[in-house]
């Protein structure tokens, strides 16, 4: 697939943002006051923003608000409800903690709730599509679910906690890259099953459709050499998670939390960018690409 810049940064961000509120919400002795503000105005920036940046990526943006009322069969529409919802209720809960340093737990836990399933509907976008068999697994759901708690608990200051997923998205990361390289293959669809034509003999193209590209080869026939895609990966779950534990593993101090965050946002918007370019499409099995 395609990798556009515009969902990379619309995963990574809204993910990171959601995972803040997460554990926000969770909080039983919250900040209060300018504190919490400050982790407001974090967690809002990052998920607003990453929400925002998902449209560029739309013919046009301006119909966006159409996606809302497909809630029945969308996974995209479900994930624009529940990204609202969720930031409707922690904005309530967080006005009671900034103006009246009040806090009225259970908007926080429901909001915490929204936050999960916020995440979770935008995992199953990707998830749910047959049409691409390294993503259509319960490993996609589960890597965009630790991720967006580890770094929602790195920014929140939760050391111990962001330990331990960190641990835990760096294993379901790999996995899901060696699952993911075995996934097309394991799902039975060559150029004879996606004719029709398989019980006839061995099927082969005799020459691509046409000799331009096209829509489909330009966003869904994106192909990365493996050389390059295996640096890529080590790159990322260095920078994703084994720096951010080092850093938390020294002395504490606002620097090395300041760059252990760093370091996990540059990792997770490189495993995001293989996400999608390593996402192989049956599209691409007319086009001779598989």
Same mark, same amino acid.
């Given at each position: 697939m395609h990798p556009a810049p515009s969902v990379i940064l619309f995963t990574t961000f809204s993910g990171l943002g959601f995972g803040l509120l997460f554990w926000l919400g969770l909080d039983t002795t919250p900040p209060t006051g300018w504190v919490a503000f400050v982790f407001w105005l974090i967690a809002y920036i990052l998920a607003v923003g990453g929400l925002i940046s998902s449209t560029f990526h739309l013919g046009h943006p301006e119909r966006a608000l159409k996606a809302f009322s497909q809630?029945?069969?969308?996974?995209?529409?479900?994930?624009?409800?529940?990204?609202?919802?969720?930031?409707?209720?922690?904005?309530?809960?967080?006005?009671?903690l900034v103006f009246f340093g009040y806090a009225l737990q259970p908007l926080g836990y429901l909001g $915490?709730? !929204? /936050?999960?399933a916020t995440v979770y509907t935008t995992s199953m976008i990707y998830?749910?599509?047959?049409?691409?068999p390294r993503w259509n697994t319960g490993l996609t759901p589960t890597m965009f679910l630790t991720i967006s708690l $580890?770094? !929602? /608990?790195l920014l929140k200051g939760y050391t111990t906690i962001a330990l331990l997923l960190l641990i835990i998205a760096g294993i379901v990361l790999v996995m899901t890259w060696f699952e993911g390289d075995t996934a097309f293959e394991k799902a039975k669809t060559n150029i004879a099953t996606a004719?029709?034509?398989?019980?006839?003999?061995?099927?082969?193209?005799?020459?691509?459709?046409?000799?331009?590209?096209?829509?489909?080869?330009?966003?869904?026939?994106?192909?990365?050499?493996?050389?390059?895609s295996?640096?890529?990966?080590?790159?990322?779950i260095g920078l994703t998670v084994v720096l951010p534990i080092l850093f938390l593993c020294l002395p504490f101090n606002h620097f090395f939390a300041l760059l252990a965050v760093l370091s996990h946002i540059a990792g997770v918007l490189a495993a995001r960018w293989l996400f999608f370019a390593e996402a192989e499409h049956v599209v691409g099995l007319?086009?001779?690409?598989?």
């Open positions: 809630w029945r069969s969308s996974w995209l529409s479900r994930e624009g409800i529940a990204a609202v919802a969720t930031l409707v209720v922690m904005a309530l809960y967080g006005m009671g $915490a709730i !929204g /936050a999960v998830a749910q599509m047959k049409t691409v $580890a770094g !929602g /608990a004719t029709g034509l398989g019980d006839r003999g061995s099927v082969s193209a005799f020459e691509p459709p046409h000799t331009g590209t096209n829509y489909l080869l330009d966003e869904f026939v994106y192909e990365i050499g493996r050389k390059h295996q640096r890529l990966r080590i790159g990322a007319y086009y001779g690409k598989r």
